[in-house]
């Protein structure tokens, strides 16, 4: 069973599109997260929810905006996607802020 | 801001070639140094968290240790399957993780 899930895996889009990145976890995890890993592999927190409430926002433009429906799925919507944006981007989920966290298999995302 | 600096950028070693990984890090406050794997095209797979200096922490040929400065993850005769990159995070007061570039290691048979 898959812990954390996201999809799609692959995303190959053009400049200007809007885009959403979905992902799910079957942990019964509390808190979850968006990174992203540019090419130089940094992995950057961008966002964190507990129990569907917004926790860490860091600075990150605001055409990325995350939804989280219920406690067990973090979305990630993009708009007016630049070029810039072409990234692998993670999930993760923990039990809480403060646990270990988990992550999904990463959404590779192609900005042309 | 805390700082998490990985050395070196890449390690390649002979299959039985123990050697060490470091992880250096400035942080206000730590409240864990996590390790991770990361294999190409996957998400980091957790591999030890680490509290407080003198902690050690083992797992097959790998072996984590903490001082207040820095961590070193040691391979012991490696094999290449232990051919991955492998992340070192702090995480401090406000629970972010920092993420150092990693170490990209190489094990040749």
């Known amino acids: 069973d898959t812990a954390v899930s996201q999809t799609p895996k692959y995303l190959v889009t053009q400049m200007g599109n809007d885009k959403s990145i979905k992902c799910e976890q079957n942990?019964?995890?509390?808190?979850m997260y968006w990174y992203k890993q540019d090419s130089k592999k940094f992995l950057k927190i961008m966002f964190s929810?507990?129990?569907?409430?917004?926790?860490i926002n860091e600075t990150v433009p605001n055409r990325f905006s995350p939804k989280s429906p219920d406690k067990a799925h973090l979305n990630l919507h993009i708009n007016s996607l630049e070029l810039g944006d072409s990234a692998v981007y993670f999930c993760?989920?923990?039990?809480?802020?403060?646990?270990?966290?988990?992550f999904g298999p990463g959404t590779r995302l192609l900005v042309l | 801001e805390d700082q998490v600096t990985q050395s070196p950028e890449a390690l390649r070693l002979q299959e039985g070639e123990s050697s060490s990984l470091n992880c250096s890090y400035t942080?206000?406050?730590?409240?864990?140094l996590f390790w991770y794997r990361q294999d190409p095209g996957k998400g980091p797979e957790f591999l030890f968290t680490?509290?407080?200096a003198g902690e050690e922490k083992e797992k097959e040929r790998l072996k984590a240790t903490l001082t207040k400065k820095e961590s070193f993850l040691h391979i012991t005769a490696p094999k290449p399957e232990d051919s991955a990159t492998y992340l070192c995070?702090?995480?401090?007061?406000?629970?972010?993780?920092?993420f150092g570039a990693g170490t990209t290691v190489t094990v040749r048979a």
């Open positions: 993760a989920s923990s039990q809480e802020a403060r646990e270990t966290q988990y």
């Open positions: 942990l019964g995890h509390d808190t």
């Open positions: 929810y507990n129990n569907k409430e917004l926790i």
């Open positions: 942080v206000s406050g730590l409240r864990g």
């Open positions: 680490l509290y407080s």
């Open positions: 995070a702090v995480r401090s007061n406000d629970y972010k993780l920092s």
